[in-house]
């Protein structure tokens, strides 16, 4: 039997209400009991002393590349899930977007069996909506279903032909299964390389407009009503999306969604200006008092870095509940396909080892309690696709008794310099190279066992 006592933590599980210093205890790789000096009562264990500490769920990402099979030279299973682990992520959802892509169950299967082998944390495989992702025939649901798929998802290219994107709902909601949907009208976008507005204008790219995202947004809720199907909606970017999204909930449509953490904490203005550019327009600056512009294409991602007023909607509803998970849309990619020329550089960010310092940023400003932002990684994305619903994950995001003995210990004070070269993640691809976040996760534990534990953390 073996048992893990994390002793004298400040302890939050906003799915149980708790909030509050306890120790948890882990025996055999679930969660036996949580509560004052529990872990005091055990002789026989290994010890992880989080004293000052705030102890938690292992976070729960709706929406990761890990990109092998196929793209192993971006990112493989092994690398991307000890990148998840020093995020403080114990469940990766593995976007279908590998070559071959996952359309079919032989596809499933073998990511599953490469996971068991090499990978680090849990990885929760999507199937594709249609086969090869090409949007003209839909992929096998029941199929996917059965080899263990928890959702289905073009993922970067949505799927443009609103009867096919109809059955597809009804398909999946047939074998309940959740449609995570890239929401951008292809014609709209255009060839598109960053946010339609005046950084665009100024470095002289096509822009994609934030009604590409609010009019498949829109469409896909009615879609999704008149299926009386789960539609989720990936990376929401926009004020629009948001308020199409709450109106639908409130009238009862199945709809949940997910928010990156670049896009709650960064704008367009990083393309241009990098993070000091983005930080003077917080701060009142304008368009004049930038100097020199370049073209950063770390901060190219789709859908786009938005508005100020577009962040601010997101961490709105965010707080609110409208958005119910924060995803990372962790992309990984080669130095060689970002640095070169903007427009053909790929778009993606790599964002599992930042999440939490980058989401931190509205707690530090008194925009979203900290309860409120961890229920947003823990529960928030395990309840939103029913994860804790299936067999052997009974409790996933939570340190409810008999849970997945998941735990991720972090300082949410803890100032640290990103340095993407010491990155677990082969993608070395990020905006805020260099720059100071606050809050980081010091240890994770998957299944009761320590995944990642940065040098000086009491064990």
Same mark, same amino acid.
């Given at each position: 039997?073996?048992?893990?006592?994390?002793?004298?933590?400040?302890?939050?599980?906003?799915?149980?209400?708790?909030?509050?210093?306890?120790?948890?205890?882990?025996?055999?790789?679930? $969660?036996?009991?949580?509560?004052?000096?529990?872990?005091?009562?055990?002789?026989?264990?290994?010890?992880?002393?989080?004293?000052?500490?705030? $102890?938690?769920?292992?976070?729960?990402?709706?929406?990761?590349?890990?990109?092998?099979?196929?793209?192993?030279?971006?990112?493989?299973?092994?690398?991307?899930?000890?990148?998840?682990?020093?995020?403080?992520?114990?469940?990766?959802?593995?976007?279908?977007?590998?070559?071959?892509?996952?359309?079919?169950?032989?596809?499933?299967?073998?990511?599953?069996?490469?996971?068991?082998?090499?990978?680090?944390?849990?990885?929760?495989?999507?199937?594709?909506?249609?086969?090869?992702?090409?949007?003209?025939? %839909?992929?096998?649901?029941?199929?996917?279903?059965?080899?263990?798929?928890?959702?289905?998802?073009?993922?970067?290219?949505?799927?443009?032909?609103?009867?096919?994107?109809?059955?597809?709902?009804?398909?999946?909601?047939?074998?309940?299964?959740?449609?995570?949907?890239?929401?951008?009208?292809?014609? %709209?976008?255009?060839?598109?390389?960053?946010?339609?507005?005046?950084?665009?204008?100024?470095?002289?790219?096509?822009?994609?407009?934030?009604?590409?995202?609010?009019?498949?947004?829109?469409?896909?809720?009615?879609?999704?009503?008149?299926?009386?199907?789960?539609?989720?909606?990936?990376?929401?970017?926009?004020?629009?999306?948001?308020?199409?999204?709450?109106?639908?909930?409130?009238?009862?449509?199945?709809?949940?969604?997910? $928010?990156?953490?670049?896009?709650?904490?960064?704008?367009?203005?990083?393309?241009?200006?990098?993070?000091?550019?983005?930080?003077?327009?917080?701060?009142?600056?304008?368009?004049?008092?930038?100097?020199?512009?370049?073209?950063?294409?770390?901060?190219?991602?789709?859908?786009?870095?938005?508005?100020?007023?577009?962040?601010?909607?997101?961490?709105?509803?965010?707080?609110?509940?409208?958005?119910?998970?924060?995803?990372?849309?962790?992309?990984?990619?080669?130095?060689?396909?970002?640095?070169?020329?903007?427009?053909?550089?790929?778009?993606?960010?790599?964002? %599992?080892?930042?999440?939490?310092?980058?989401?931190?940023?509205?707690?530090?400003?008194?925009?979203?309690?900290?309860?409120?932002?961890?229920?947003?990684?823990?529960?928030?994305?395990?309840?939103?696709?029913?994860?804790?619903?299936?067999?052997?994950?009974?409790?996933?995001?939570?340190?409810?008794?008999?849970?997945?003995?998941?735990?991720?210990?972090?300082?949410?004070?803890?100032?640290?310099?990103?340095?993407?070269?010491?990155?677990?993640?082969?993608?070395?691809?990020?905006?805020?190279?260099?720059?100071?976040?606050?809050?980081? $996760?010091?240890?994770?534990?998957?299944?009761?066992?320590?995944?990642?534990?940065?040098?000086?953390?009491?064990?």
């Amino acid at each position: 039997m073996s048992t893990l006592a994390i002793h004298n933590g400040r302890v939050i599980d906003p799915a149980l209400g708790r909030d509050g210093i306890a120790d948890v205890v882990i025996v055999d790789g679930r $969660v036996a009991r949580v509560g004052p000096n529990e872990g005091d009562a055990v002789i026989e264990a290994d010890r992880i002393d989080a004293t000052g500490l705030v $102890v938690t769920p292992g976070f729960v990402d709706l929406h990761v590349h890990l990109r092998e099979p196929g793209f192993e030279y971006k990112e493989t299973i092994a690398t991307g899930t000890l990148a998840a682990a020093r995020g403080g992520f114990t469940t990766v959802c593995a976007m279908p977007n590998t070559d071959p892509p996952l359309d079919r169950r032989a596809a499933v299967e073998s990511v599953l069996r490469q996971a068991e082998e090499h990978a680090a944390v849990r990885v929760l495989p999507l199937g594709c909506i249609t086969r090869e992702r090409a949007g003209k025939e %839909l992929a096998p649901a029941g199929e996917l279903a059965q080899a263990g798929v928890v959702a289905l998802s073009d993922d970067g290219d949505a799927v443009a032909d609103a009867r096919l994107m109809r059955h597809a709902l009804e398909y999946a909601g047939a074998f309940g299964l959740p449609i995570s949907q890239h929401c951008e009208d292809p014609a %709209l976008v255009h060839e598109g390389q960053m946010h339609e507005g005046w950084v665009a204008t100024r470095l002289g790219l096509r822009g994609r407009p934030a009604s590409a995202e609010e009019t498949f947004v829109a469409r896909d809720i009615a879609l999704a009503d008149l299926a009386g199907a789960h539609l989720h909606i990936a990376h929401v970017s926009t004020a629009g999306s948001v308020a199409l999204i709450r109106a639908a909930r409130e009238r009862g449509v199945h709809i949940t969604a997910e $928010v990156t953490p670049h896009h709650l904490a960064l704008t367009h203005e990083e393309v241009a200006f990098g993070w000091s550019g983005s930080q003077v327009a917080a701060n009142g600056g304008g368009a004049n008092g930038y100097g020199s512009i370049a073209y950063h294409s770390n901060a190219k991602v789709n859908p786009p870095l938005r508005s100020h007023g577009d962040m601010d909607a997101c961490a709105e509803a965010l707080r609110d509940g409208v958005i119910d998970a924060i995803a990372t849309d962790h992309a990984p990619h080669a130095v060689s396909d970002k640095e070169i020329e903007f427009d053909l550089a790929d778009a993606g960010i790599s964002g %599992l080892e930042t999440a939490l310092g980058l989401s931190m940023s509205l707690v530090h400003a008194g925009r979203i309690e900290l309860p409120t932002l961890i229920e947003r990684l823990t529960a928030g994305p395990a309840r939103a696709w029913n994860l804790d619903q299936r067999p052997g994950l009974e409790g996933l995001g939570t340190l409810s008794p008999g849970a997945v003995g998941d735990v991720a210990i972090l300082d949410p004070d803890a100032a640290w310099t990103v340095k993407p070269e010491e990155f677990a993640s082969m993608g070395k691809n990020t905006p805020i190279a260099g720059r100071e976040l606050r809050g980081r $996760v010091l240890a994770t534990v998957f299944g009761g066992r320590v995944v990642h534990a940065l040098e000086g953390i009491a064990l």
